[in-house]
């Protein structure tokens, strides 16, 4: 009978950190479990600036990340089997995609690879202005108002100065939330995101953490009659499809080996960090954490 070959258990269990600045994809942050540097590595990554407005590309900055975390696995001597698990941090700019995952241009120059709104964009002004000045009571969790850099008013620019886009926009992400969503498929979002950029009331999901009656918890973060008034109805639609919900449980998702190497035997966990006890991994910021307890991740780069 021929012998049956079995996979060698890796000698230790690497923490990768990933973190997207607004210049560069600082990624490639390896640690050990104590918490010790092996290696990095950063890769530029694109930005376009025109007056108040600020644009990236999610496709340049996905190939910036597959870049630096292969270079930082190569310095430190690191094997995709060795690879424990992975985080993401990221500015909180904005990301249009279509139905198929593809970049939907956010610019008034019409370049689709330009589908990010920067968080230090402020082509919203006027609309954070009109939309402040309704007095909703959602602006009190918000400090009394909007600023041009948060996302309704980056949505509503969007819907009022390139509706092809508008159209043509089937998710509208956070890139944190954005990165999660790349490498693993899954399109489960972060409570800290949209509740710090979004206007999603995360007390009222807190209430309801217990609630069996999954469609009632997730609508229960969003005032419909906020959207309403500020002219962004349309993205009530299909229980606020476009922008989708968090989800209190962590999620396990199978993710499939492609560009960086990690382990197929590896599997990712998408945590929410306000109600889930999760791995914070060193050098990885609070705006998204992707972690494991032991699965480890494999890159889905």
């Not at 159209?167 to 509740?195: E, K, P």
């Not at 009632?216 to 989708?244: P, Q, R, S, T, Y």
Request: aromatic letters at 6%; a negative charge; hydrophobic letters at 40%.
């Amino acid at each position: 009978m021929a012998a049956t070959a079995v996979p060698a258990v890796p000698t230790r269990s690497v923490l990768l950190g990933v973190d997207v600045g607004t210049g560069s994809a600082r990624a490639g942050r390896l640690f050990d479990e104590d918490g010790k540097l092996l290696g990095s590595a950063s890769s530029p990554i694109q930005i376009w600036k025109d007056g108040d407005c600020i644009e990236q590309s999610s496709t340049d900055i996905w190939l910036a990340i597959c870049a630096a975390v292969k270079a930082a696995c190569s310095l430190a001597n690191v094997t995709g089997e060795e690879v424990a698990g992975l985080g993401f941090a990221a500015t909180c700019s904005l990301v249009a995609v279509d139905a198929d995952g593809s970049p939907v241009t956010v610019s008034l120059s019409g370049d689709s690879r330009r589908n990010i709104i920067v968080w230090m964009d402020h082509r919203a002004v006027k609309q954070a202005e009109k939309i402040n000045s309704c007095s909703s009571p959602v602006l009190q969790y918000c400090g009394g108002s909007l600023s041009p850099e948060m996302q309704p008013p980056k949505l509503l620019w969007v819907k009022e100065n390139l509706q092809e886009s508008w159209t043509m926009a089937f998710r509208w992400m956070d890139l944190s939330d954005w990165l999660a969503y790349r490498a693993t498929g899954d399109d489960t979002r972060s409570l800290c995101t949209i509740v710090c950029k979004w206007t999603y009331l995360g007390h009222a999901h807190m209430q309801q953490v217990d609630e069996k009656d999954s469609r009632n918890m997730e609508a229960c973060g969003w005032d419909d009659d906020f959207w309403e008034e500020i002219g962004l109805g349309d993205l009530i639609d299909g229980h606020h499809a476009k922008i989708v919900i968090p989800i209190r449980v962590t999620q396990l998702v199978r993710v499939n080996a492609k560009k960086c190497g990690p382990s197929k035997r590896h599997m990712i966990t998408v945590s929410n960090p306000t109600t889930d006890d999760i791995l914070n991994l060193p050098g990885v910021g609070c705006c998204m954490v992707v972690s494991t307890l032991r699965f480890g991740f494999h890159g889905g780069f």
